[in-house]
């Protein structure tokens, strides 16, 4: 079972960037459709972004659409986030996920059902 490891976390304000990585170890990255999730202070978990294997086709929830991106380097075994003009709101874990191996190419999952493996997440706090 792939093992992922978030990074990049951390207190800006608000109208800034940040970028989140997930390293993954085990078996090989391309394998598997990746996602974010995030969980606010007394929210619920959320569904960010996702991107498929082979053809990286993406999707975002409508409230992050315009200001996220997902990458993932499948030659590093890692996935990406990036995250600009940071809105108070969007102060949350991150977590990234992958799905079982051999997912469906060319599919973005969207729901916590659709994965497998979970990383532990890593805190982003957007305050002036």
């Known amino acids: 079972q792939v093992q992922l490891v978030e990074s990049g976390g951390g207190l800006v304000q608000p109208g800034d960037s940040l970028r989140l990585s997930c390293a993954a170890s085990?078996?090989?990255?391309?394998?598997?459709?990746m996602g974010w999730f995030r969980q606010g202070p007394g929210k619920e978990q959320e569904f960010v972004g996702g991107i498929a294997r082979i053809d990286f086709t993406t999707d975002y929830a409508d409230s992050v659409k315009g200001r996220f991106t997902i990458s993932r380097d499948d030659a590093e075994n890692t996935l990406y986030l990036q995250m600009n003009a940071l809105k108070p709101e969007d102060t949350a874990v991150y977590y990234c996920a992958a799905t079982p191996p051999y997912y469906i190419h060319g599919v973005v999952p969207h729901g916590t059902s659709d994965f497998r493996s979970w990383g532990r997440g890593t805190q982003v706090t957007v305050s002036s």
């Open positions: 085990g078996p090989p990255l391309s394998l598997h459709a």
